[in-house]
Structures are given as structure tokens and as C-alpha cells.
């Protein structure tokens, strides 16, 4: 059962047991509409501003006004409130309503979309009039609805520098809108957040300056406008200076009539003259405007009819503010509030505080002629009139089957990460630090203060360094910072980051005087970022920002605003986002800092490579059907196009016993793949240094092949497998008498002649890699140059370079590549370094080392050599592989630092011999027809590398596309090669070079998003 299904299971059995037995005609309606339930769409666009008038329209509205009764005709000027939380006492309510007087509206607010679907069918089954079904969405169904997006929020938008991506934005939102029956958005909010210390508007606000807030309200609303929802621009005359809470109080706006309408007023006007469809009236007391005593504006003739309608000539559909609001309600007669703002000149009521008296007090003033029958029908008309131009004049139904996953797509998901990805900031950003560079010259920790737990933050962070991670509450005890504050002497930089915040000023924005008092003299005394999860203002409260290194603000606090700070950090995305309003005079308004373009690696989604999310799906069916063929416990696989890591996913366990799921940050062992991971890599950049030329004998670099039948096998045909080496040598087999360890050769316990670690409680002689070296050199040699693999030439390679570079070679290829680039988990003897918890084990060695190999070289030449070998023994995961074949992509740079030339990668990922498709180094596709390491797809010019224990890297220059596929396919047992025969690696290429073939074919909405925010 899919989980739609069992969700709508759910739901349906939970409205079971709300409507009974008494009411199963009711249900069987209801789940009668859920079977057979359309998705309706439409392509109204300013509804109220048509080219000339629609007879169609007309027709309708007169036909179905002439049918109405009085009270109903009352009743269409109502929306009420609902819910679609499990309460049978509102639904039941709800129902009445609509049955006995036809309610003309319902604005839902808590609740999920299954559920609101279904409520919305129900009522729409037995409303004699379509509903208008409105949302306080302002960003997204996510702000009433679980299960749904919560996007950007508008201070955020209001930060971005690419503003298209705002009409983008609104689009979407109408998309999902529409998907789940909902006609009329409540947003824009066109408030102008003049006063830092407001407690409603604040972060709904898109910032301080008033042509700011204007053309971005405008292309909100354009957008949703454009998908066929009507927008409704909020909350006029201004709501954005005030300390009060208008649902708490009637907040008073003390400006002059001119600063009103030069100011408050100023984004409303750009609205109305680009034909924005509504306009909601705020509760507010405005003297300037109305001198009426506490008379809220939502209440008042002269502000709605007066400079609204008639100065500002508004012809749109004007709502109330919500009637149930003490800024409302608590300023009207008893039982008056919905009287008065009719008189005023409001279209439709908002929220009544009770929808009988509603109804009965507006009828009595019709009597009484306090207000006229005219105005009753020409608001009911044009509620009509509404209906008909947004596509409901025929009832219509909501498909509930896919809708969850219809609102949850990739591309929305990508929207909103391009949206916080334009609008993080930095404020400050002394000496260049960010995006961080070089990692090797940096011992870093980071701070978080908010959540306990580790966030999307922590883990990003983690993705590109060695970062050692501190949390503590959002309330910490001082005692405990203070008594922690000696632990960060030894870090050079610490990252600061402040998350678990609230919106509101009036709380400090949920950061305490010890947390701020903390940091502050943190910033004065260590290079530090601050990153605040937070609004802009929030900064202030930190007295020594200015002192921090870097500072960033990342407006909220979830997931992909944390995602976004740490890819900024790093250098994964560009610092483009500007302040919406002023922090201090430090930081005015429009504050925010460019940044260097680094080229690391860009954590994203497949759309952001133009790569539909499902082109990919079938990578997902093709790692199961390994693990249940039992070809591999678990693996990690990575895609990545463009620079961008686009697929990212661990799978399975760490063994069979399936106890310790697989993570993205567990390493592997590499096997082969250290052949072109570390001692390729070691040759090719002392080639660089011309310390060493291809074409030159092997000997030149390692004198003791110089009287041997090796001595004039050349660097390239050792690299290229071309020398005519034997495959390999079973040294361990040699070092066994019966089945048994030669106890000469082995020992239990370490001591200074047994110094080097085979595996647990076994330990070789130290001199006995030279015996092996030896070994090699005096082993035969074919006449014949043609190609053989062999471990032995690297091996022998590994003894060169660190002949000509006079360390070890673990230790150069640190030094050199891993621990500049920031790859900590690559590297030999990762039990050394990290938990064992995080190492996947290999084989359950029966023969050799009689014990599962766990955080040791599985290769046992590499293991009888120390675990270093240049063959074997490098371990790592697969973001940081990845990242460095990304370096030999860009040519040699990554992290805003030069590590090869391009030159120097061309040749060695360039063929060698005729005859032979190998590299220096590097494997390369085969010859059509054959059989080899890369799919059918792969360029000519791709390269990459498999290795014995089910790992595999291939980077393709020509489409700029990087797989790692990561297993232990030898546990428990190395001996079926399943992986290989399943053809596993290269099925899920084929699937990425499909999808990026498919994706070159035409112009999709992911790239058209992609141009307008680079």
C-alpha cells in the first residue's frame, strides 16, 4: 500500500468515527467524491479587471442570485473559519452552517492536505453554491499545513538578490494552492517593517524600505495571479509600525496623513495600479486618517471607502482582517463588528466571531435601512461574480489519490532551496576568511547554541572538514559555558552558530543574555564566524558582532536555512543576499557582502543540474536488487554533474547482521581505488614539480631496481600496467607453514620487532616489507609489453615517491591533497583517527587473519606492509573521493587553490599504448564490444577506478559527471563477485548518462530557475 493510501486509510476511518452512523448519507457523499475527485484548474488572472465584461459570467451570477434567500445572500459575504484537525464538533458545525444558509466562503487554517481535501469535498457536496476556499498562506501551505513545504518566509525573500525568483516563488505557491482546492491566497503582505520592535509583521514583512517592500509584493502577486489564485495584499493602510499585536489589541499608527501616504501607502498603490485582485483591511487606529476614537480602520468609511475605494480607486474585492480579533471585536458594539464593516464599505467579512448573529444583526440593519438592500447585492454579486472568474461556478472536487506527493516535488523543494541559497548574508567578512580555504592551516570547532541534538548545520559543516562539534541548549547555564570556554583554546577558528530561535523582538528573538554575553567575549577573543539563525536584527543584540571574523544571517531557523549557511561557509554556494532593513549603523540597510567563487563542491538537488528527481529513481531499484541478491551489505553512492553533488544516499547495513545501518559519513575501504586516489595522484604531482618524467626508467627513481631485470621498464608502462610484472605475489601464503603463522614472520603483541598491525592481535616484523620489496624486484618479467594488471608496479611506485619525497607516502598525500582540500576521512589506518563504529568491516578472513577485518587494509599485502601500500590500503567515504576527482575536473583546483596542472590530468587520464585502454594510473572505458569498468554511455576521455572490496570512482570530463559507488561486497565473503556480475556500477551509470542526455534535450523549469538566480 503506497503511503497516500495508508494516510487516506487513516483519515477516512478517523471521519468515520466523527460523522457515526447517524450521518452515513453524509459519508457516503464524501467518499463518493474522494473515488471519483478531480484536480480542477484555472487560468483566471486579475479576475476583476477583465478586458470587458463576461456575459457568460453575468448570467451566471444573476441565475444564481435569484435563487438565493435573503439570509443566504447575507451568508455569501461570510467566510468562515476551519480547521482540518480531527474535531467532530467543528465539522458538524461547519456543515450547519453551510446547510442552513449557504455560507459564500471558508478560510482553512491547522490541519494536513489529506485531510483538508477530504473536509473540502464534504463541504462542497452539500453547499448549494460553490465555496470560495481561501488560506492564510503567506509562504505556503506549510504555515497551516504538516505533511506540506514551509517555504521562505518574506524578510527572507526581501534579502534575495535575484528578485525573479519571487514570481517563480508565487507561482508555486498558486500550484499547490490550486492542487488542493484553494481559490484565494491572504498575501502578499505589503506591510513596510518600519519598526524593528513590531511582534506581528516582523519576518512576513519584505523588509524596511518602501520600493523594496512595493516591487516585491508585486512580483509575489504577480506569480500568483499568473497560477490562477487570487492574491490579496495585506494589511492596508500598513500594519509594519507598530509594537502591538492587532490580535491582542488595537494597535494605534501615530504618523501624519502625509507620512502615510508617502510611506505605508506607497507599495498598496503599486499593487492597485498593477490590478492586484484584493485587498485586506487591517485593524488599526490611525488618527491621521480617522479621528474616530479607537475606531479600527477595518471599521472605518473614511479608510475603506474613501481613500481606498474612491481616492486610491481601488475595484478589487476588499476582505476584513480576521472579525474575531480583539482589534476588532473589542472596538465595535456588542454584536455589531460585521454591521459596521459593511458600512465601511468591506466586500466580504472575515471570520465572524459568530456566523448566526452575523447573519441576523446584518438582515436587521437591512430593515432598519441602516444599510441598504443595494449594497447587499452588489457585494453578494460580486462575491458571485468572484466564483465564476476563479472556476468554481460548478462544484468541483479535489483529487485526493497522489496528492501529498503532487505538493511535495522536487522542484518545489529546489525553489525553496534557491531561495534561501540567494538570501543567506554575509555582513562581515575581515582578511577574505570565507569561504574557507585552506583547511590544513585551520584546527576548527563549532559552537551551536539552540538545539542539543546535531542539525542539517553540524552534518553540512561535516561534508567539508574535520570540525569537532559543541552544542549546548538555548537556555545554557553560564556556569557550563564558561567552565567549556577553555576547551576552545586550542582551535584557531570557531564557528559560532546560534539556532532554536524565535521571531518575535519581544523575546530577543529567543536568545538569552547569557548565550549573548557568552559570545560576545568569545568574539573578542578568537577569530570566530557567527552565523544567526535568525532575523537581521537579532545581530544587535551581540555588542561585539564587529569583532567577529565573518558574520552571516540565515533569517530562519529549519533545515535549509542551516544547509545554506554551512554551504556558504565553505564556499558551496556564493554569499549574493543584501539586509532588508538596518541592523545598526554598522550594518544599514542593504548590508551583505560578495564572496570568492572557490569551486567546492554544491550540495543541491538533481533539478538544480537539470536533472528531473526521478530520472534518478531507478538508482534507488538497482542498489536493492544488489542487497537482495546479496551482493553487498550496504553502499553509498554519490552523483555528482556540474560540480553540483546531486544524489547523495547510503544504503543498507555495515554487515548482514543488519545492526548498523549505513551513513554517509561511515568510511570504506578503497582497495584499488588507492591507486589512483593517493600514489597517482603523489606521481602527478611530482611531475608537476619535474621531479619525475613518465618516460623515464623506474629506476631512475628507485636505485634498487638498477641491477635488476626491471631496470629499464619505464614510469609510464609500470602505470599503465604495460611492463610485463606478474599480477601479484601471495606473500601471506608464504608467510604460513600448515595453515598456521610463521612465528618468526607474525606475532600476538606488538613489541619493537613486531611494530607493524596486520589486523586485531596480529602484528608482522617490521623489516619485513623489505623482504617483500625485495621479492618484487627479483620476481619475473615478460618479454612481451602488453597490458597485465598488476599491484606490484605500485607497489614500486609507492617506493619512488618516497624516494624523491622523502616521506611517507600517507603522509605526502596528506600534506599535499587531503588535508588542504578539507578530505579528512581520506587517508591509511583510519582506526587511528576515528571510531571503529564508522568503518564498514570487509571479509571474515578464514585463512589469513582468521577474524572479520575491521578497520584494517583488507588487501593482505597492503595489510603485511603496515597497512600502506601504493596499491592499497587508502580508506575514505564517498563525498570526499569524490571532491578529489572533482579536483582533476576543474582542472586541478578546488577550494580556491591549485593542486595539479591541467596539462599534467589530461596525460595521465589519456590513454597510453595502443592495444591498451589504460591511463597512467586511471582505467578508462572499453573498447565497443568489450567488457570492462565503465557503461556504454561513458566518453572516451572519462577515467576512474575500481577496487576489490566493491568500490568504484569514475569522473567523465565531457559531461562533467562524477559516480562513487562505495561497497564491501566481500563480507562475508569475498570469493562470488556478485556485484560484478550483476553489473551493478555500471547500470547505475547508465542510468546518470540517460538522464543527463535526456536533460540536454530540451530548456525544463529547472534551468530556466537556475538562470534567473545565477
Not at 442570485?65 to 459575504?77: D, H, I
Not at 509594537?243 to 507620512?259: F, G, K, M, R, Y
Not at 570568492?596 to 531507478?618: G, Q
Not at 616484523?765 to 618479454?783: E, G, N, Q, T
Request: glycine fraction near 6%.
Amino acid at each position: 500500500m503506497k503511503k497516500t493510501d495508508l494516510c487516506q486509510k487513516i483519515y477516512i476511518n478517523d471521519f468515520l468515527m466523527i460523522f457515526g452512523s447517524k450521518n452515513c448519507y453524509s459519508l457516503l457523499i464524501l467518499l463518493c467524491i474522494l473515488l471519483l475527485g478531480k484536480t480542477f484548474h484555472s487560468n483566471a488572472q486579475n479576475v476583476f479587471h477583465p478586458q470587458k465584461p463576461d456575459p457568460g459570467c453575468v448570467s451566471w451570477v444573476d441565475s444564481v442570485y435569484s435563487r438565493l434567500t435573503p439570509a443566504q445572500r447575507v451568508a455569501q459575504l461570510l467566510m468562515i473559519r476551519a480547521n482540518s484537525v480531527v474535531d467532530s464538533g467543528e465539522i458538524r458545525q461547519v456543515a450547519a452552517w453551510i446547510r442552513q444558509y449557504n455560507i459564500g466562503g471558508i478560510c482553512f487554517f491547522k490541519g494536513g492536505p489529506l485531510r483538508q481535501a477530504i473536509l473540502t469535498n464534504y463541504y462542497q457536496s452539500m453547499a448549494a453554491t460553490p465555496i470560495l476556499i481561501s488560506m492564510d498562506a503567506e509562504w505556503g501551505l506549510g504555515m497551516r499545513l504538516d505533511s506540506t513545504i514551509a517555504f521562505a518566509r518574506q524578510m527572507t525573500l526581501g534579502a534575495m538578490a535575484d528578485e525573479s525568483l519571487i514570481t517563480r516563488y508565487g507561482e508555486e505557491m498558486a500550484r499547490q494552492l490550486r492542487r488542493i482546492g484553494v481559490q484565494v491566497s491572504f498575501s502578499p503582505v505589503a506591510d513596510i517593517n518600519n519598526n524593528p520592535a513590531n511582534p506581528v509583521i516582523n519576518v512576513r514583512s519584505f523588509g524596511e524600505d518602501r520600493k523594496d517592500v512595493a516591487r516585491k509584493a508585486l512580483l509575489y502577486m504577480k506569480g500568483l495571479q499568473k497560477g490562477g489564485v487570487m492574491s490579496v495584499a495585506k494589511h492596508f493602510p500598513g500594519h509594519g509600525d507598530t509594537d502591538t499585536d492587532s490580535h491582542l489589541a488595537l494597535p494605534v499608527i501615530d504618523h501624519s496623513a502625509e507620512t502615510i501616504d508617502t510611506l505605508e501607502l506607497y507599495p498598496f498603490k503599486k499593487l492597485i495600479e498593477a490590478g492586484v485582485d484584493g485587498i485586506m483591511i487591517a485593524h488599526l487606529f490611525i488618527p491621521a486618517l480617522d479621528s474616530s476614537r479607537n475606531l479600527p480602520s477595518s471599521l472605518s468609511k473614511i479608510v475603506v471607502n474613501d481613500l481606498l475605494k474612491n481616492k486610491l480607486g481601488f475595484k478589487g474585492v476588499i476582505f476584513t482582517d480576521a472579525l474575531d480579533m480583539k482589534g476588532a471585536a473589542n472596538f465595535a458594539p456588542q454584536g455589531m463588528v460585521e454591521v459596521k464593516a459593511l458600512e465601511a464599505g468591506n466586500d466580504v467579512l472575515l471570520l465572524p466571531e459568530s456566523v448566526d448573529s452575523a447573519v441576523q444583526n446584518i438582515l436587521a440593519a437591512v430593515d432598519s435601512g441602516l444599510i441598504s438592500q443595494t449594497i447587499i447585492e452588489e457585494r453578494c454579486k460580486k462575491m458571485l461574480a468572484l466564483k465564476y472568474k476563479l472556476g468554481i461556478s460548478q462544484t468541483q472536487t479535489v483529487k485526493v489519490e497522489g496528492l501529498v506527493a503532487d505538493l511535495n516535488t522536487p522542484m518545489a523543494d529546489y525553489l525553496n532551496r534557491t531561495c534561501y541559497g540567494s538570501a543567506v548574508t554575509l555582513l562581515k567578512n575581515d582578511g577574505g576568511l570565507l569561504p574557507i580555504q585552506r583547511q590544513d592551516t585551520l584546527k576548527i570547532a563549532c559552537v551551536t547554541i539552540g538545539f542539543k541534538d546535531e542539525t542539517q548545520f553540524q552534518q553540512r559543516l561535516s561534508s567539508y572538514a574535520a570540525i569537532d562539534h559543541y552544542s549546548f541548549p538555548r537556555d545554557p547555564e553560564a556556569r557550563q559555558l564558561w567552565k567549556f570556554r577553555t576547551t576552545l583554546d586550542k582551535y584557531n577558528l570557531v564557528i559560532v552558530n546560534i539556532n532554536n530561535t524565535h521571531p518575535s523582538p519581544l523575546r530577543d528573538f529567543g536568545i538569552s543574555e547569557v548565550t549573548t554575553a557568552w559570545v560576545d567575549t568569545l568574539l573578542a577573543s578568537k577569530p570566530c564566524v557567527l552565523n544567526v539563525c535568525a532575523l537581521p536584527y537579532s545581530v544587535a543584540l551581540f555588542r561585539n558582532a564587529d569583532k567577529a571574523q565573518s558574520v552571516i544571517i540565515s533569517y530562519q531557523d529549519n533545515a535549509t536555512a542551516y544547509d545554506a549557511s554551512a554551504q556558504l561557509i565553505f564556499g558551496g554556494i556564493m554569499a549574493k543576499g543584501h539586509t532588508p532593513v538596518s541592523i545598526s549603523a554598522r550594518f544599514p540597510l542593504h548590508s551583505g557582502l560578495p564572496d570568492a567563487n572557490v569551486s567546492r563542491f554544491k550540495f543541491t538537488l538533481p533539478e538544480d543540474a537539470d536533472i528531473p528527481s526521478a530520472s534518478l529513481a531507478r538508482v534507488d531499484s538497482i542498489v536493492r536488487e544488489g542487497m537482495q541478491a546479496k551482493a553487498y551489505p550496504g553502499c553509498q553512492v554519490l552523483i555528482a554533474v556540474n560540480g553540483k553533488v546531486i544524489y547523495s544516499k547510503s544504503f543498507g547495513y555495515h554487515d548482514y547482521s543488519n545492526k548498523e545501518p549505513v551513513l554517509n559519513s561511515d568510511i570504506y575501504d578503497l582497495a584499488s581505488v588507492t591507486k589512483v586516489a593517493a600514489t597517482t595522484l603523489a606521481v602527478m604531482k611530482l611531475h608537476d614539480e619535474h621531479k619525475i618524467d613518465p618516460k623515464k626508467p623506474l629506476s631512475r627513481y628507485l636505485p634498487m631496481l638498477d641491477n635488476s631485470n626491471k631496470n629499464k621498464i619505464s614510469v609510464q608502462e609500470v602505470m599503465a600496467h604495460q611492463a610485463g610484472l606478474v599480477a601479484w605475489i601471495p606473500f601471506y601464503k608464504k608467510a604460513m607453514e600448515g595453515g598456521k603463522w610463521d612465528s618468526a614472520i607474525f606475532s600476538r603483541v606488538a613489541d619493537s620487532s613486531f611494530s607493524l598491525r596486520v589486523a586485531e592481535n596480529l602484528y608482522v616484523r617490521k623489516d619485513y616489507p623489505a623482504w617483500m620489496l625485495d621479492s618484487i624486484v627479483r620476481s619475473p618479467l615478460s618479454p612481451k609489453k602488453e597490458y597485465k594488471y598488476s599491484d606490484l608496479g605500485f607497489i614500486l611506485m609507492q617506493q619512488a615517491i618516497e624516494h624523491i619525497a622523502g616521506m611517507p607516502l600517507d603522509q605526502y598525500v596528506k600534506n599535499e591533497f587531503y588535508s588542504p582540500m578539507g578530505l579528512p576521512t581520506l587517508g591509511f589506518h583510519p582506526r587511528e583517527t576515528f571510531p571503529l563504529k564508522r568503518i564498514i568491516p570487509t571479509e571474515n578472513d578464514t585463512v589469513f587473519r582468521r577474524q572479520v577485518v575491521h578497520g584494517d587494509v583488507h588487501d593482505p599485502a597492503a595489510a603485511m606492509m603496515g597497512g600502506v601500500a601504493g596499491h592499497a590500503g587508502l580508506f575514505g567515504n564517498a563525498t570526499d573521493l569524490a571532491a578529489l576527482f572533482q579536483m582533476l575536473l576543474q582542472h586541478g583546483n578546488y577550494g580556491g587553490q591549485h593542486y595539479l596542472d591541467s596539462s599534467t590530468i589530461e596525460e595521465f587520464t589519456s590513454r597510453q599504448f595502443p592495444g591498451n585502454r589504460r591511463g597512467l594510473g586511471f582505467d578508462k572505458p572499453q573498447d565497443p564490444g568489450e567488457e570492462g569498468p565503465a557503461c556504454a554511455d561513458a566518453s572516451p576521455r572519462s577515467f576512474g577506478h575500481t577496487g576489490f572490496t566493491g568500490t568504484y570512482v569514475w569522473a567523465d570530463p565531457d559531461n562533467q559527471m562524477i559516480l562513487v559507488f562505495l561497497s564491501n561486497r566481500v563480507n562475508p565473503d569475498a570469493e562470488d563477485n556478485k556485484l560484478v556480475k550483476l553489473g551493478t556500477r555500471t547500470k547505475i551509470q547508465q542510468v546518470v548518462y540517460d538522464a543527463i542526455r535526456e536533460s540536454n534535450k530540451q530548456v525544463s523549469p529547472a534551468r530556466k530557475l537556475v538562470n534567473s538566480a545565477e
